[in-house]
Nanobody, 130 residues
Framework: DVQLQASGGGSVQVGGSLRLSCVVS????????IGWFRQAPGQEREGLSC????????YYADSVKGRFTISSDNAQNTVSLQMSSLQPEDTAVYYC???????????????????????WGKGTQVTVSS
C-alpha cells in the first residue's frame, strides 16, 4: 500500500523558515508525483508545489513561488518542502499527497488540487506568529 508520512511542522516567527518532509513508500513504479498542499481553517485545500521524483520536474503555485523550494531525495524516499520568509497567512495544516493517475496534469498545475491526487498523508501543523 502507498503510504505518505509528513513531518516537520511547528511554530515559527514571521520571516522564519521551516522544512517539511514527506517519507513515501509502497509505489510499484517511479511514475508518480508528490505534491504539498495546505489548508487553513475555513478555507479550501490549496496546492502549493509538486515534484516528479523520477526526473525532478516540478510546479509551484504563484502564492509560494520564490519562497518555497521542493526537492526529492530518492535514496531516502523523501520529498521535502523548504519554506522561507514565512508569513502569518502561511499558517495552516500542511499535507503531502501522491498522484499516480494524473501525473501530467498535476505537474502542469492544472490538476494540482485534491481531485488530482490519489493518496494523502496526515497533515502537519505550521503556525507563523508575529
Amino acid at each position: 500500500d502507498v503510504q505518505l508520512q509528513a513531518s516537520g511542522g511547528g511554530s515559527v516567527q514571521v520571516g522564519g523558515s521551516l522544512r517539511l518532509s514527506c517519507v513515501v513508500s509502497g509505489f510499484t513504479s517511479d511514475d508518480y508525483v508528490i505534491g504539498w498542499f495546505r489548508q487553513a481553517p475555513g478555507q479550501e485545500r490549496e496546492g502549493l508545489s509538486c515534484i516528479s521524483p523520477s526526473d525532478g520536474s516540478g510546479y509551484y503555485a504563484d502564492s509560494v513561488k520564490g519562497r518555497f523550494t521542493i526537492s526529492s531525495d530518492n535514496a531516502q524516499n523523501t520529498v521535502s518542502l523548504q519554506m522561507s520568509s514565512l508569513q502569518p497567512e502561511d499558517t495552516a495544516v500542511y499535507y503531502c499527497a501522491a498522484s499516480v493517475s494524473n501525473t501530467v496534469g498535476v505537474l502542469a498545475g492544472t490538476s494540482m488540487d485534491w481531485r488530482g491526487m490519489d493518496y494523502w498523508g496526515k497533515g502537519t501543523q505550521v503556525t507563523v506568529s508575529s
